[in-house]
């Protein structure tokens, strides 16, 4: 049998077919039901039902008092396993109770006989299951019993210690291993009988509750668990109650518990007089605070006030609803909205009157079973639709958690944010809307009606954020918008004075222009947008943001504000932005630009050189901006060694154009101070040709152009165009072009050495002849030209004569023509004396060739070879003027080794060639180059002997058993053992003998 959805009654049998007069039954089509019931076919052999107990996927029906039948559900109807009771021994009338283990091994039932009541137990997973009398209940019927949440084995023979409720209120504790130990009473609640006793273990495994339930009371106690005992009779004491309520007796007292494993928490419902009362306890709230255990209690109405309740022969409570067990019905009502899901009838004739529910807590199957008939209950549907009854009472948390598909969270969700919206709460209403799929545009409408600006910022920015990376387009879109409507609310905010708020707000601005959203704008749009609300402060933070640092510093001087630009360029370190603005830069602030480029490693002086010529054609000639350009150029290319032909060309252009200042003019100093500088900066570079920098010719055209003389100089003389640099010299300087004539080392210049190579004595005559004539035509001064030939042994008299005029008196210089004319005598003297020796020496080398020419050697036959000490006549041979023979073949094969590898490839060439020629005059041609190659030189006493001499006279690896060759032990009557002869002090160490 089935049941439909809340507030609409309904129910089909899902077993055999059944007529509608037996069962009412109302069905709504496409509706899933929330309780599907199917009747059990089980053979009860002829018996009513009297009492059943349902643990571990096991049913236990007390059939009648004749046995107890053991059902597994899952197995065949027809294997059942009987336990026959002692109907007859104790004279039982009926089963009264009955109560399971969750294990399903132990089972205590309590029997009605003719005398009273017995309680007896009976271990079903015996190999014998028999029954045992508890005689220390006898007399007292048992209402209730609670089993020890510890006892978990199966194959335990023992029950561990358990909790007895009877009908006079009394509540006992026992241990039952094949009979009753330990029995006392712990508990005692007035006279009315104990409904239910329900004992559940707290998360922290540490403490337990136990709840006593009576016709109208509930008593809660908190026990601890000590090393996984439970202390039952401590636990039941006044000092661990937890507290009591009172409740109106329902006329048929019973009570339902119900454990929710989602929510850590068990919900217990109580039959009252008006209906159900059900309250759920939470176990994971503190142990200390007590009234946190006690529930309140909500009431589940079964009936109007003015009508009288019906008896109920069960109550079982579910997650969400409750049911009640009549004679011939089942009524089902959820406990949320406290409304009938549906009502359905049983037909009394085919099942008999019903008895109770049960639930097997191991699989939580629900049982409702009558006297002849037993139904399985499915409630795993039965939370499909109750999150709208949590929507409709305003609980949408409760009811997102229930929610299975998303169409139902979506609802609940809009559900929310519209109850939210109304209640004016916009900030909540827009981040449940943004969970949403109501409409983009209709959410926005909704907060622009209302003006909430605030409202409508989250919800764009939550709505940003749920957009997914590929949606480009949307998401600058939306950030756009953002930022239009952040400036227009800075807008009003700022038209309405209302500092404090506008900060506020600004900061809001900046942290999503800071954001990760940021990037997804428009650089260029977001600039029009922002300037046109004209919020500067706006505008230069986006732009640092975007690290647009050219539109800042382009405002800050516009705004006369060349210092904040300045530090912006030094807190980011972009040399680029310094090239880019110096030239504006340095004419307001030449300083500072030129000490921040000097703090910026990095900068690259080259890169400046236009704003240094801006500034120099906007200001002409001397001035101070040009001298800090000019020492802030030279500190690169002294302190960070830049080697750059164009830095060093531009400094020696700014030398030499720098011009005295107007009140130092007269002076000279300032000049003389810059002139010194160019030439330290050009001797520097002159002075070393291989690592100068500068093009000497470039810098030769510099200094013309600016008349810088002395450097002109200077370069003339670098270039080894000595004639020049005289020349030039002359026009202001007599003395410096006399250095340069001398090559006077004072001047700290090399010369290009090409040049340097071709100065001779006639350059050197020329050079001096141009000083002597510049001093006589040009100065007119006789003694000055007469100090030039003191100054130099390249002149005489004769050479400046020609500079004279025509008619002139020769007294200054008759001294000098004297001297040059006795100097012309001496040399005409030694000349002729050497000539004289020449002579002499030509006729001796004359008579010493013909000697040669006459001279012979006499080879006797006792001559032997230097070589191999053979007769030298015994083959061809070599006798060289010193003496010294040589066969032929032995010293070609000595001096082999020795003589360059060409010579020797030559060498053997020519010997192959003469052993296989036959032409006579070939022969004699081979010989001849034989003889020109091997016989050129004596092996003894030659140019050869000579190149010998570093050769050693043994090799290095033959040097140990030389040295040992020269050890000699001595013995005989005057000497002493051991005595070694020869050099006993030769070193040990062979490179240093070596």
């Known amino acids: 049998m089935a049941f439909g959805r809340y507030d609409i009654g309904m129910a089909y049998d899902m077993g055999q ?130 089993w020890n949440p510890s006892a ?3 194959d335990s023979l023992s029950t561990q210690e358990i909790l007895l409720g009877d009908n006079q209120g009394c509540v006992h504790s026992t241990t039952i291993e094949k009979s009753d130990k330990h029995t006392k009473q712990v508990f005692q609640v007035g006279t009315k009988p104990i409904q239910n006793i329900h004992i559940e273990l707290h998360s922290s495994a540490r403490y337990f509750a136990v709840i006593i339930l009576t016709a109208s009371t509930l008593h809660e106690f908190l026990g601890e668990v000590t090393q996984g005992e439970y202390n039952f009779a401590q636990a039941l004491s006044s000092e661990n109650l937890l507290g009591s309520r009172d409740f109106d007796q329902s006329p048929t007292p019973t009570s339902s518990f119900f454990h929710n494993t989602l929510e850590a928490n068990y919900t217990v419902a109580w039959l009252g007089a008006s209906g159900a009362y059900t309250g759920t306890i939470r176990l994971g ?127 609940v969700r809009t559900a929310h944010a519209d109850a939210l919206f109304a209640e004016g709460n916009y900030g909540d209403a827009v981040r449940k809307y943004a969970q949403t799929d109501v409409s983009f545009e209709t959410v926005c409408l909704k907060l622009m009606d209302k003006h909430q600006d605030m409202a409508l910022i989250d919800y764009l920015k939550l709505k940003l954020r749920s957009l997914g990376q590929d949606q480009l387009t949307q998401r600058t879109m939306l950030a756009t918008w953002l930022v239009e409507i952040y400036l227009s609310y800075l807008d009003r905010l700022k038209d309405a004075e209302d500092q404090t708020t506008y900060d506020s707000m600004f900061t809001k601005f900046q942290g999503f222009i800071s954001s990760e959203d940021e990037k997804i704008l428009d650089k260029d749009t977001v600039f029009d947008l922002i300037s046109s609300h004209g919020n500067v402060e706006a505008l230069l933070f986006f732009a640092e943001a975007k690290k647009d640092y050219v539109t800042i510093i382009q405002h800050h001087i516009h705004n006369d ?85 164009v830095i060093h060309h531009y400094v020696l252009s700014l030398y030499s154009q720098i011009q005295p200042s107007p009140a130092q003019a007269g002076s000279g100093e300032e000049e003389a101070d810059m002139d010194d500088r160019l030439m330290d900066f050009l001797i520097g570079q002159l002075q070393d040709p291989i690592n100068c920098v500068i093009d000497k010719k ?111 008196i020769i007294d200054p210089f008759q001294e000098h023509i004297k001297a040059s004319l006795g100097n012309y005598n001496t040399r005409i003297q030694d000349l002729e004396r050497d000539m004289n020796m020449a002579t002499t020496s030509a006729r001796a080398i004359r008579a010493d060739i013909v000697d040669i020419n006459r001279r012979h050697e006499v080879v006797s036959g006792a001559m032997q070879c230097s070589t191999c000490s053979y007769p030298l006549l015994s083959r061809p041979f070599y006798l060289f003027p010193c003496h010294h023979g040589f066969h032929k073949d032995c010293l070609i094969q000595e001096m082999l080794p020795h003589i360059r590898p060409s010579t020797a490839r030559r060498i053997r060439d020519l010997q192959d060639k003469l052993e296989t020629t036959r032409s006579p005059k070939n022969i004699a041609k081979l010989s001849a180059e034989l003889d020109d190659l091997a016989g050129s030189d004596c092996l003894r006493c030659g140019e050869f002997a000579i190149k010998m001499i570093e050769v050693a006279f043994v090799e290095k690896m033959n040097l140990p058993d030389y040295i040992r060759s020269w050890t000699v032990e001595g013995h005989g009557d005057g000497g002493r053992d051991g005595v070694v002869f020869g050099d006993a002090d030769a070193p040990e160490d062979l490179e240093t003998f070596i």
């Open 698 to 808: 470039y810098a030769l055209r510099i200094c013309s152009e600016a008349n810088q003389h002395r450097a002109c100089v200077a370069i003339y003389v670098s270039l080894g165009l000595y004639e020049e640099a005289i020349e030039r010299a002359l026009t202001f300087s007599r003395k410096l072009a006399i250095q340069v004539a001398k090559f006077d080392k004072d001047l700290k210049i090399q010369p290009d050495l090409a040049q340097a190579s071709l100065v001779d004595e006639a350059r050197i005559k020329y050079m001096w002849l141009q000083i002597a004539k510049h001093i006589i035509t040009k100065d007119n001064d006789i003694e000055g030209a007469m100090n030039i030939l003191a100054e130099t042994d390249a002149l005489s008299i004769e050479d400046i004569l020609p500079f004279f005029q025509d008619f002139k």
């Open 152 to 154: 978990i084995s199966r």
């Open 561 to 645: 504000a060349p210092m904040e630009a300045l530090q912006l360029l030094e807190r980011h370190n972009k040399p680029e932005l310094v090239y880019r603005f110096a030239p504006e830069l340095i004419q307001v602030a030449p300083r500072k630009v030129l000490r921040l480029c000097r703090r910026m490693p990095n900068i690259e002086p080259r890169e400046l050189i236009p704003a240094f010529t801006r500034h120099q054609q906007q200001h002409p000639g001397r001035n101070e901006t040009t001298i800090e350009i000019v020492n802030y150029l030279q500190w690169c290319i002294d302190e960070k060694q830049v080697h750059d032909q």
């Open 17 to 146: 077919p059944q007529d509608e007069e037996e069962l009412d039954v109302s069905v709504v089509p496409d509706v899933q039901p929330l309780f599907k019931q199917n009747r059990l076919h089980i053979g009860l052999l002829g018996h009513t039902i009297s009492q059943m107990s349902v643990a571990d996927g096991r049913l236990f029906l007390a059939l009648g008092t004749e046995m107890i039948l053991v059902k597994d559900v899952q197995s065949d109807a027809s294997r059942a396993e009987q336990i026959a009771l002692p109907a007859q021994k104790y004279r039982m009338t009926d089963v009264v109770f009955m109560s399971v283990d969750p294990t399903g091994s132990h089972v205590v039932f309590c029997a009605q006989t003719e005398s009273g009541f017995d309680t007896f137990y009976i271990h079903v997973r015996a190999r014998a299951p028999s029954t045992q009398r508890l005689r220390s209940f006898h007399g007292r019927r048992i209402t209730a019993l609670a």
């Open 285 to 411: 709230f503190g142990i200390n605070e007590r009234s946190t255990f006690l529930p309140k209690f909500e009431l589940v109405p079964l009936t109007d006030a003015t009508e009288a309740q019906p008896s109920i022969f069960g109550l079982l409570l579910t997650r969400f609803h409750v049911m009640f067990l009549l004679e011939q019905s089942l009524v089902v009502y959820c406990t949320v909205n406290k409304k009938k899901v549906f009502d359905t009838n049983y037909p009394k004739s085919r099942v008999g009157a019903m008895l109770g529910f049960c639930r097997d807590d191991s699989t939580g199957e629900i049982y409702a079973y009558s006297e002849k008939a037993i139904y399985s209950i499915d409630a795993s549907n039965e939370t499909q639709n109750v999150w709208r009854q949590f929507c409709e009472l305003g609980q949408y948390d409760d009811a997102l958690d229930l929610c299975t598909t998303e169409d139902a969270k979506q609802e």
